[in-house]
């Protein structure tokens, strides 16, 4: 199963390093490797993983990128020297750029997208003792092993501690892509009454998780369940929010449409920020 784990020309690498990031391979032919996580080096984080378990992005290919029946590989890496990691480089320590395991120090190179490869303590859940945390691509973070609390990363409740599930966090089908986490709950069906299960994102992290909250408790700005989560908002409104057209994520807001607000005000567009995380619709005056 193929890992990645979810404006300016920051947000447009990020969405991009979405789009593409797979594990390196171990074999030169088949892909073992599976999620990762974002909290850093540090338990949990979030864990993304493409759609499918295929081990490589059917019918598609990236600028940069090659492809010939196995996972997809970024072409040859370089050092901070700017020097090859091939012939006769020294293998790199954790958080180097790379482009196989065979590269870096801890043997386990974890790709992501665009942006390349990054030698880590780990390729997958079968790596650790519990889960394996993705490196952060925007910060360079290399993967490691988690402990299996709320927010670790996770291919299946295996690898979760405390009862904990491993819930689906984040889908971008748009990259055929996908994010789990250890977490209270999957759905509904996993609270009591006069709650609901709702996800709660930690976007500069790329992280985040679901657990059982009481009607009518999230503030605006917190984050929600598109389908479920009206109900779980003190405004009862939960709206989309969006990065780069290709991932959604639920924040509860002011409001949905115009007709929410009073007078002549309006309602913005929720957002994702990368630094700020969720920004809520509200109303306001026209701009």
């Not at 990031?21 to 993304?48: F, K, L, R």
């Not at 988690?146 to 996770?154: Q, R, V």
């Not at 979760?160 to 996908?178: E, K, R």
């Not at 709660?200 to 700005?221: M, Q």
């Amino acid at each position: 199963m193929t890992k990645l784990h979810l404006f300016s020309s920051l947000t447009l690498s990020f969405a991009l390093t979405l789009s593409t990031g797979c594990p390196a391979d171990d074999s030169g032919g088949d892909d073992t490797a599976a999620e990762g996580t974002t909290g850093g080096a540090d338990d949990g984080g979030t864990n993304m993983t493409t759609v499918g378990g295929s081990g490589m992005m059917e019918g598609d290919t990236t600028a940069g990128m090659e492809s010939s029946g196995g996972p997809m590989t970024m072409g040859t890496a370089t050092t901070a020297e700017g020097g090859s990691s091939e012939g006769g480089v020294d293998p790199l320590p954790d958080g180097s750029m790379c482009t196989e395991n065979t590269d870096c120090i801890s043997m386990e190179c974890y790709a992501a997208g665009i942006l390349g490869g990054i030698c880590g303590e780990c390729n997958e859940d079968a790596d650790c003792e519990f889960g394996c945390s993705l490196p952060n691509p925007i910060t360079s973070v290399p993967s490691a092993c988690n402990d299996g609390t709320l927010g670790a990363g996770c291919e299946s409740s295996d690898v979760c501690v405390d009862d904990l599930v491993c819930a689906l966090i984040i889908d971008a089908p748009m990259f055929d892509l996908s994010a789990s986490t250890c977490s209270e709950c999957e759905d509904d069906a996993g609270c009591g009454d006069g709650t609901s299960c709702q996800p709660s994102y930690d976007v500069p992290n790329i992280s985040g998780s679901k657990t059982c909250v009481a009607d009518l408790s999230l503030p605006d700005g917190s984050g929600c369940d598109l389908a479920t989560g009206s109900g779980a908002c003190m405004s009862t409104f939960c709206a989309a929010a969006t990065l780069a057209d290709a991932i959604t994520l639920g924040v509860c807001s002011g409001c949905l449409t115009d007709d929410d607000c009073t007078g002549d005000d309006v309602c913005s567009d929720a957002e994702i920020d990368l630094a700020q995380g969720l920004v809520p619709s509200a109303c306001g005056a026209a701009k």
